[in-house]
């Protein structure tokens, strides 16, 4: 296994975490933004609530997302174990 491949998986690695946190953060931001939007509207100074708000968001986009997000983590999984004989090499 060459250097250029070990950057490879390296690089692979953090495309998929990338793509694997965006469902959250994304979520997050938007409920954020439109929940700070509704207080600042209602004048309700409550920190709070924009938390638990944000917290049930996130938590249900994990939930929802959670199948997909373990399908791509085994299937990176095992291509990376799959070329764990060629390290020898």
């Known amino acids: 296994m060459q250097t250029v491949d070990v ?6 690695a953090l ?5 694997l946190s965006l469902p959250p953060i994304i979520v997050g931001s938007v ?13 309700i100074q409550e920190q709070t ?13 994990i939930l929802l997302t959670a199948r997909w997000i373990g399908g791509e ?6 291509q990376i174990f799959d070329a764990l004989p ?3 090499h």
């Open 86 to 88: 060629a390290l020898g």
């Open 49 to 61: 609530l924009s938390f638990g708000i944000k917290l049930v968001a996130v938590s249900l986009t």
């Open 7 to 12: 950057v490879s998986y390296f690089t692979q």
């Open 73 to 78: 983590m085994f299937n990176f999984t095992v």
């Open 31 to 43: 409920v954020g933004t439109l929940f700070s939007l509704f207080q600042a509207l209602t004048q």
């Open 15 to 19: 495309y998929l975490v990338l793509w």
